[in-house]
């Protein structure tokens, strides 16, 4: 997906409603699907914790808890490593 390094914008509502701070990073799409990816982080202890949410009209998948980073900054940019591909094998993981 490609998203920049930098600080994400301030989220608007997430159509997730058990996250409602997760951030839109962007979408995923294949022929006529097209899922919208966020990206929940949250702090837990001294760390930072975050998951995945795919939304796809009423459809909605998330991962557990699969990031652990010191901070919300370096988790955003171990998601950032994910290709679009991973994120498709993520998501069909979750079906």
């Not at 914008?9 to 990816?37: M, Q």
């Not at 795919?54 to 955003?76: A, H, K």
Request: proline share 11%; charged share 25%; glycine share 8%.
């Amino acid at each position: 997906m490609g998203q920049p390094q930098s600080p994400l914008p301030a989220p608007g509502p997430s159509p997730v409603p058990e996250a409602p701070a997760a951030r839109h990073l962007g979408d995923l799409a294949r022929n006529d699907i097209r899922w919208s990816v966020y990206l929940e982080t949250r702090p837990e202890g001294e760390l930072a914790q975050g998951r995945v949410h795919f939304v796809e009209g009423s459809r909605r998948r998330s991962t557990g808890w699969i990031f652990r980073e010191w901070t919300e900054q370096e988790i955003i940019a171990r998601f950032n490593d994910f290709s679009p591909l991973e994120l498709w094998k993520l998501l069909e993981s979750l079906g």
